[in-house]
Antibody, heavy 120, light 106 residues
Framework: QLQLQQSGPGLVTPSETLPLTCTVP??????????WGWIRQPPGKGLEWIGS???????YYNPSLKRRVTVSVDTSKNQLSLTLTSVTSADTAVYFC????????????WGQGTQVTVSS | SYELTQPPSVSVSPGQKATITCSGD??????ASWYQQKPGQSPVLVIY???QRPSGIPERLSGSNLGNTATLTISGTQAMDEADYYC?????????FGGGTKLAVL
């Protein structure tokens, strides 16, 4: 398993933008063997996929969040990023980054999770 | 949109077999994965490609996927298996998770 290190604000003001970062050790972020994703979990609820990005740069998003989400990779920093705009209390959740195995459709390594609360 | 349906809860006695199902349209034509999540922790992959176990996952956990249903089976369930379990599949570039099943070992 890979140790993914997440960072970002724990508190975000409604209508503002949530930025989260996930640092990937080594050079696997540049490998075509993997893809990278963000998943969130509202309090007391299940896992919700947010979006994934592939080596090619192609990104795919949950249709329910697509208008507000951007997932990107910075290979120079070995970082995966999530930007979620116009947040509301419904976006309060634990956010996870994860590594996916290309062409096998599962996530084999997860970050430690970041608790994000949307509140004024 | 594609949906995966799991029972909200399953109860099992220690040492018995636990079965958790995950239903979706023609799920057997896709790869199913399973994750275990304990309170306050990140999910852990326990089954991938329907029935494969990552290294370090006990042999008592097994998976199958046929027709519209993927199944996670835990044989000889132990107290440490008490957790939430989520199935996951991939449909047209979209990742889908089931709603999760809370396994209680009573």
């Amino acid at each position: 398993q890979l140790q993914l290190q997440q960072s970002g604000p724990g508190l975000v003001t409604p209508s503002e933008t949530l930025p989260l970062t996930c640092t990937v050790p080594g050079s696997s972020i540049s490998s075509d063997s993997y893809y990278w994703g963000w998943i969130r979990q509202p309090p007391g609820k299940g896992l919700e996929w947010i979006g994934s990005i592939y080596y090619s740069g192609n990104a795919y998003y949950n249709p329910s969040l697509k208008r507000r989400v951007t997932v990107s990779v910075d290979t120079s920093k070995n970082q995966l990023s999530l930007t979620l705009t116009s947040v509301t209390s419904a976006d309060t959740a634990v956010y996870f980054c994860a590594r996916g195995i290309a062409a096998a459709y599962y996530f084999d390594s997860w970050g430690q999770g970041t608790q994000v609360t949307v509140s004024s | 949109s594609y949906e995966l349906t799991q029972p909200p809860s399953v109860s099992v006695s220690p040492g018995q077999k636990a079965t958790i199902t995950c239903s979706g349209d023609k799920l057997g034509n896709k790869y199913a994965s399973w994750y275990q999540q304990k309170p306050g922790q990140s999910p852990v992959l326990v089954i991938y490609k329907d029935s494969q176990r990552p290294s370090g996952i006990p042999e008592r956990l097994s998976g199958s996927n046929l027709g519209n249903t993927a199944t996670l089976t835990i044989s000889g369930t132990q107290a440490m298996d008490e957790a939430d379990y989520y199935c996951q599949a991939w449909n047209n570039s979209i990742v889908v998770f089931g709603g999760g099943t809370k396994l209680a070992v009573l």
